[in-house]
């Protein structure tokens, strides 16, 4: 009898062991916050800004004491900048790790990819810089697991259009754009608005991931005659050279982009002398005034030796925002921090006051930053 009674009794253990590790951790001292992000591979820089802006974030939350007396250990996997890796390390986040809440991966089709892993097992995901349209919603209904800090491609596209026709007085367009969800998405939302301004779109030309060599194309759009901007929605390892061929082949008219010319690479890439008449969307920039911005620009250039760029920011924000989720929802526990995440608003962050939206986007602010020889000189702050 006494047998049976230590049997049923170790049985019951180890089963509350069981349901204790599906509780995100809350048993521990420490509360564990998944980073799936982009470390290497064809989105790195990306990924390591992020990673950056959530170290500096965490650092600063567990210096002050943490949440509740415990402090944030950050579990990060490197996705490679691939899909599949980025669906299996989501997988290991919120099954094996019991992390409450996981930030990233940094770019759009990544973040559809595990969308599906953290809506399956009720764990948010939170998303630094995915902008493309269908990340958190299918366009009438969230997807319940899913959320960003960023603004969408579709304010961005609009964005762009209206600063051209409106603070440029452009009247003709020309778009070379990357096939890639990010590109398409853009270039939608710019024609539409650029159109419904009256302008003109003479040529829409595609290019893919990794292409080098765009003096054909380019050709091609030089002999269309003048025109008063070139807008290429894509990322900085593309974009950059494409501005820099541009150039060469005699291409003077006004560059823009979006969000994915924001890297320091972009400079490397295009040389500074092309990056003249250069104008792109982003989320943040050094030039603003407010408190909150320059007391993240002194921590980090402290932390890391440099000045933080709009990547750095957006991984910052995520972080602290995961972070006041978890604060707010009173316990270390995945439902609850997803109930906190919804209820957002008015969360004042580095690039800009945040409230997320019933589709689970980012309700904020935009920077349209120009530059001057590789340089940032001007930004005009676009609001929703």
Known sequence: MKKKKVFFATAMMAMAMVFAGCSSSSGSDTIKLGVNLELTGDASSYGNMELNGVKLAVKQINDAGGIDGKKIEIVQYDNKSDAPTAVQNQTRLVTDDKVVAVVGPATSGLAKAVTPVSN??????????????????????????????????SFQGITMANFASNKLNAKTAVILRDTNDYGTGLAVNFTKQFKANGGTILKEEVFNTKDTDFNSVLTNIKNLGAFDVLFVPGYYSEAGLIINQARTLGINATVLGAD?????????????????????????S????????????????????????AFNALGYDAAKLAMDAIQRAGKVDSA???????????????????????????????????????VATTAVLVNP
């Open 120 to 153: 399956d097992n009720g764990v948010p995901v939170i998303f630094a810089s995915a902008t493309a349209d269908g990340v958190t919603n299918d366009g009438s209904k969230a997807y319940a697991e899913a959320f960003r800090i960023c603004f969408g491609d």
């Open 260 to 284: 994915g010319f924001e890297s320091d690479k972009l400079v490397e890439l295009a040389t500074a002398p092309s990056l003249n008449n250069v104008y792109y969307s982003t989320h943040y």
């Open 286 to 309: 050094t030039l603003g005034e407010n408190t909150t911005l320059q007391d993240f620009i002194k921590a980090y250039a402290t932390e890391y030796n440099e000045n933080p760029n």
């Open 336 to 374: 609850a921090v997803t109930t906190a995440l919804n209820e957002t608003k008015d969360f004042a962050g580095v690039t800009g006051t945040i409230s997320i939206s019933a589709l689970h986007d980012a309700v904020k602010s935009a920077y349209v930053v120009g530059l001057e020889n590789g």
